[in-house]
């Protein structure tokens, strides 16, 4: 399904698709464009659809698609308690279709889930131990509210809105604004829809000065390196840039993807692609693009890069929407489907509705979008797809308003996403209390270990909980954690130890760390948000490649880098508590005595080797890259 | 565990009925059941080629200023154009080996193409047919194709995968995988600009602690498998490609691939594309199961301005030069190289093609370059068989229309064709078609309707080009 361009202008790019393998580096000083970008929208319209059309669902299916015999009667769904109408609804279906279940998770299952989904970071081996022993029959729910209230769950999933928002160093300094903007919102869960207005409606002189206003203003639309002069026509084409506004708008707070109807209609193309979508006309994005169509969005030139510099003076007072203006400012896009002569006035795509008489145009857009149930809709399958790992629909812009229900839906769950739409709505649009809703229910606490065979069938029953590949982030914040020597990322002179803690994936730098992270964090499909999100939650033999030889992890193994490793193997502990230590802050677990055989055996060989090459087993096992 | 797969598989709930046993996921994994195949053995094959270098000119070269010359008054005067044979003719200050050597390549001037726009055409490329976006989850890179097609011929000492590709994460469509086909077939990408510091030099000291490390990983490993195997087909999955990586780590010849001498780079170039030719000779001189290579050489070609402009940084003096030297010495080094059979060269047994995804406009635009043009183009081949000098197709007097097919059609050949042509190089039934893919649609492994386009396309290959 198509997913809205970011890109018109060159700029490096590196596309990262499929089962990649790839030792990739990508750095903030490259050659100028290592690798052209699209350099218009329908390039990069088109480049969308096809690179989500090749990732979406290639592995929906192969989540879960193990031979495993029974472990035993499988768990009868009464004995699972049912804590909140996502359970209602979700166990009421597995009951009615009597599909086969997962039973609840066990403690050490769910410590190690939580920890990773709410705030990206492994548990501890005191954290892991201090839950399992809690005898409290409400400790599940007191460790999610510890879990939120940390300052970590900002980061994570501040992280995570920039990777959908695709905030890149492209936007010049506005990237680290906006990323300490929207942490603190996140905080304090400010309703999103207030942070939907705080987006859509400033204005400035120099756009970095309002963190929010980073969306609009990211500059990557119009910079390009080729621009000979200030008349050169591949600066700017204001109408071409709203357009990519209104799409990103509409991708990331509607779940709607327009970018194709931004060039043509939607009839006699996407008949087989999204059937609103194919009903939908060209005329209707100009209206809906007309939000826009009185702001102005000022590069300032400089004369002594030749180039636009990336800050933008951000108005309301150029003259609308009008095809026949901002000529002769073309990019290929225009020239390719150039605008007909004649200006639209707005109007809101989903109703029809126009600005009321007087009011701000961007404000009343801000408006009509969060009035909108579907606003609560893409929310919530945000919500419920980063938790899940199977969304209600995927990708995330590819809702087709016309199956939204009935027999064709395109939901996995039409009551549930309704209902989450709905909690989130009554809550007043509160992240955090959506995502706490969801942690709450047993549908999510339930087991990754599903009893009996797997059908693909299943899927949309959410019987089991889908173990999912941790993200590049994550995988690096972990290693460094749980080796005890963290990262030393330099960002506005200070030093950052997460990866989340920084803005851009760009900010992890030119150091010697910063290539060999870059290179691990793509192999698990981080990306440059200079191109759309790839799926990622997928095993790669370059990722064993790297995980095995990367001195990422093979350099903070070692007694020599004083971490974790030299701390215990220096320290007064068995060898079994040392087991248990590595175990507990790897796997949120004991050794299963075949295991303690083992690791026990190569202790005693050598100590200090023995705790680093253990170490680095449990680091490259599929129990610690899996999020189960 | 047994990789080779032949037609003759249990069915998937055969497989099933074995039940409870963590089958080899090598081969019953994810979306792969045994493949229905049918409409085989209606191509005949000529398989004169062991293996395939395919290099994808990125961003589309403009024709009538390389392989298929017009003059024009935009032509620059230092391009020192000569007919280098009958009615071919080349500009030596682009090409000077190349020019030498034109009796080594065939050309087809004939090719169209059905997109105009960077993805859909790279991913055309990539996977020998137009984006049909509804399937293009299950659709394979052709390269994935032929790493299917050619495991029953991998040996015991084989750890290459079998498809490789050089820098192809910087492409407009990324790396296509393996669709429908197994997860083994997908194509491992190296990076040119680290691969050479990650696996090149002396790995002795390295492997040996490696080894242990392994060792152990495989005990915990082999304990663990019933709980990999609850956690999902994800965790499962990735004991195989642990394995895969680990044989490549330690196989001594793997660091050998990533060897570079200095006249070496001197000879190819130093950069993304000289290196990715050095690491496609150094991966077939191993002989260690790879046998389809596709470059990537990086999105140079897309001159929408100023193409001879000296001051761009990226003109097409310099990315003609740049795919000249390299080449040529590709040519050189292959040919000096001793291939499987007796008396043949490795350039003898290995098909090399140098294509783009489209053509550019015969026309030039006011700001001094072309645009996409999809009309005519051309596209290189040299080895496998390939009978060197011959120029297939024409075009007319500014490159705009084909005036001859140059193949035995009266539609000009696709991308789809030049797979096609590999598929048969290397002894592949092109016209053979998967029935039960996930969708339901049959896959023909090349197509025989033109998907956009207007009319049906011929699914044959470009048989002309060979001896």
Redesign the interface.
Same mark, same amino acid.
């Given at each position: 399904?198509p997913v809205v361009s970011w890109m018109r202008r060159p700029s490096a790019?590196? !596309?990262? +698709? !499929?089962?990649?393998?790839?030792? =990739?580096?990508w750095t903030q000083a490259r050659p *100028?464009a290592? *690798?052209?970008t699209?350099?218009d929208r329908?390039?990069a319209a088109?480049?969308d659809? &096809?690179? /989500?059309?090749? /990732?979406?669902?290639? /592995?929906a %299916?192969?989540? =879960?698609? !193990? +031979?495993?015999?029974p472990?035993g009667p499988a768990v009868p769904l009464r004995a699972v308690p049912r804590r909140n109408v996502i359970d209602e609804i979700v166990f009421a279906r597995i009951a009615k279709d009597r599909v086969p279940h997962a039973g609840l998770s066990s403690d050490d299952e769910f410590v190690r889930r939580l920890y990773f989904d709410v705030i990206g970071l492994p548990p501890s081996s005191a954290e892991v131990r201090a839950f399992i022993a809690d005898p409290a029959a409400d400790k599940r729910d007191r460790l999610i509210d510890l879990l939120l209230a940390r300052d970590e769950f900002a980061e994570q999933w501040a992280w995570y809105w920039g990777d959908l928002l695709r905030m890149s160093n492209e936007a010049g300094p506005g990237a680290n604004a906006f990323h300490y903007w929207f942490k603190e919102q996140l905080a304090v869960d400010r309703p999103y829809d207030r942070l939907v207005h705080d987006v859509l409606t400033p204005s400035a002189k120099v756009h970095a000065t309002i963190p929010s206003l980073a969306i609009i203003g990211r500059s990557n639309q119009l910079k390009s390196r080729?621009v000979e002069s200030v008349d050169d026509?591949r600066i700017s084409n204001r109408l071409d840039h709203v357009d990519a506004l209104t799409i990103d708008v509409s991708r990331v707070f509607l779940g709607i993807n327009t970018s194709c109807i931004s060039c043509h209609d939607g009839a006699l193309h996407l008949e087989?692609?999204n059937g609103y979508l194919a009903d939908r006309t060209r005329d209707e994005f100009f209206a809906m693009s007309a939000f826009f169509g009185k702001t102005r969005l000022i590069g300032n030139w400089n004369d002594k890069s030749r180039n636009v510099d990336r800050d933008l003076h951000v108005d309301d007072l150029a003259g609308g929407y009008d095809g026949g203006n901002d000529a002769p400012f073309l990019t290929?896009a225009e020239s390719q489907f150039p605008r007909p002569k004649g200006s639209h006035e707005p109007a809101f795509i989903l109703t029809g509705e126009k600005p009321r008489a007087g009011a701000e145009p961007r404000a009343e857009l801000a408006r009509m979008i969060t009035a909108h149930p579907q606003f609560a809709r893409a929310t919530a399958n945000l919500l419920w797809g980063r938790l899940m790992a199977v969304a209600f629909v995927e990708p995330h812009d590819a809702f087709d308003m016309n199956r939204l229900s009935g027999k064709n839906a395109q939901p996995t769950s039409v009551e549930l996403l309704e209902a989450l739409a709905g909690e989130f709505t009554t809550n007043g649009f509160r992240l955090k209390r959506t995502i706490r809703t969801i942690l709450q229910s047993s549908t999510y606490q339930l087991s %990754?270990?599903?009893p009996g065979? #797997?059908k693909d069938d299943y899927i949309p029953y959410y019987s089991r909980h889908? !173990?999912?590949?941790l993200t590049g982030p994550e995988v690096i914040d972990a290693v460094s954690t749980v080796t005890g020597v963290p990262m030393a990322f330099q960002m506005g002179g200070q030093t950052m130890t997460r990866v989340k803690q920084l803005a851009t994936p760009q900010d992890i730098g030119r150091g010697a760390e910063g +290539?060999t992270v870059d290179?691990l964090m793509?192999s698990f499909f981080q990306s440059n948000r200079r191109t759309p999100p790839?799926t990622g939650?997928?095993? @790669?033999?370059?990722? *064993?490649?790297l995980m095995?030889?990367s001195t990422v992890v093979n350099d903070r193994v070692t007694v020599a880098a004083g971490g974790r490793v030299a701390e215990l193997v220096a320290s007064a502990r068995t060898g079994d508590e040392i087991i248990d230590e590595l175990y507990l802050s790897t796997m949120a677990r004991t050794p &299963?005595p075949? $295991?303690r055989d083992? %690791?026990r055996r190569?202790l005693a060989v050598d100590r200090a080797r023995g705790t680093e /090459?253990?170490l #680095? *087993?449990?680091l490259? @096992?599929? $129990?610690f890259? +899996?999020n189960? | 565990m047994d990789r080779r797969l032949n037609d003759i598989i249990p069915s998937r709930r055969d497989a099933l009925r074995w039940g409870g046993l963590a089958l080899a996921s090598t081969w019953v994994d994810g979306l792969v059941w045994p493949l229905q195949i049918s409409a085989q053995g209606k191509s005949t094959p000529r398989g004169t080629a062991r293996n395939c270098i395919f290099i994808e000119l990125g961003g589309a070269i403009s024709p009538m200023d390389t392989w298929d010359f017009k003059e024009t008054r935009w032509t620059p005067q230092d391009l020192d154009v000569t007919e280098v044979s009958k009615g071919l003719y080349l500009s030596q200050t682009l090409f000077p080996q190349l020019a030498k050597n034109m009796s080594r390549v065939a050309l087809v001037r004939s090719l169209q193409a059905p997109e105009l726009i960077h993805f859909n055409g790279q991913y055309h490329t990539q996977v020998g047919r137009s984006l049909n976006p509804a399937i293009a989850r299950e659709i394979p890179a052709f390269g994935s194709v032929v790493a299917f097609e050619l495991a029953k011929q991998r040996r015991e000492r084989d750890t290459f995968p079998t498809y490789i590709s050089t820098n192809l994460t910087k492409a407009r469509a990324g790396s296509i995988g393996a669709g429908f086909l197994p997860t083994w077939t997908t194509g491992l990408d190296l990076d040119p600009s680290t691969v050479f510091a990650a696996f090149g030099g002396d790995m002795s000291g390295a492997n040996q602690v490696l080894s242990e490390r392994w060792r152990l990983l495989t005990e915990l490993a082999r304990i663990n498998e019933g709980q990999r195997a609850a956690m999902g087909q994800k965790a499962a999955d990735y004991q195989t490609f642990y394995d895969d990586a680990y044989k490549l780590l330690t196989d001594a010849r793997w660091p050998q691939v990533f060897t570079a001498s200095a006249d070496d780079k001197q000879r190819y170039g130093d950069d993304e594309f000289g290196l990715g030719c050095i690491l496609a000779r150094n991966l077939l001189g191993q002989n260690a199961g790879t046998r389809m290579i596709y470059v990537y050489d990086g999105d140079r070609w897309d001159h929408h301005s100023g193409i001879f402009d000296k001051q761009a940084e990226w003109n097409h003096y310099r990315t003609c030069q740049r795919l000249d030297k390299a080449l040529v010495s590709l040519l050189d080094d292959l040919a000096a190289m001793p291939g499987q059979a007796p008396g043949k060269t490795m350039l003898d047994e290995t098909l090399i093609v140098a294509q783009s995804e489209f053509g550019r406009t015969p026309g030039m635009n006011p700001v001094a370059g072309r645009d996409h043009y999809k009309g005519a183009y051309t596209g290189l081949y040299a080895g496998g068989g390939v009978a060197g000098g011959r120029v297939l197709g024409k075009t007319d007097a500014d490159g705009s229309t084909c005036l001859d097919t140059g193949w035995r059609h009266k539609s000009q050949p696709f991308m789809d064709n030049t797979v096609a042509t590999i598929y048969s190089a290397l002894g592949i039934d092109w016209k053979k078609s998967v029935d039960n893919t996930p969708s339901g649609r049959a896959y023909h492994y090349v197509d025989t309707v033109n998907l956009g386009g207007s009319a049906m396309m011929e699914s044959d290959e470009i048989g002309d080009l060979f001896a």
């Open positions: 399904m790019l590196i !596309a990262v +698709v !499929a089962c990649l393998y790839s030792v =990739t580096v *100028a290592p *690798a052209p699209p350099h329908v390039e088109h480049e659809m &096809a690179r /989500d059309a090749v /990732d979406r669902g290639r /592995d %299916a192969r989540l =879960t698609n !193990a +031979v495993v015999p472990a080729f026509y087989a692609v290929l %990754a270990r599903f065979q #797997w889908f !173990a999912r590949v +290539v290179a793509q790839q939650n997928r095993p @790669s033999t370059l990722q *064993a490649l095995m030889k &299963a075949a $295991e083992v %690791a190569t /090459d253990l #680095w *087993a449990l490259n @096992s599929p $129990e890259l +899996v189960r | -």
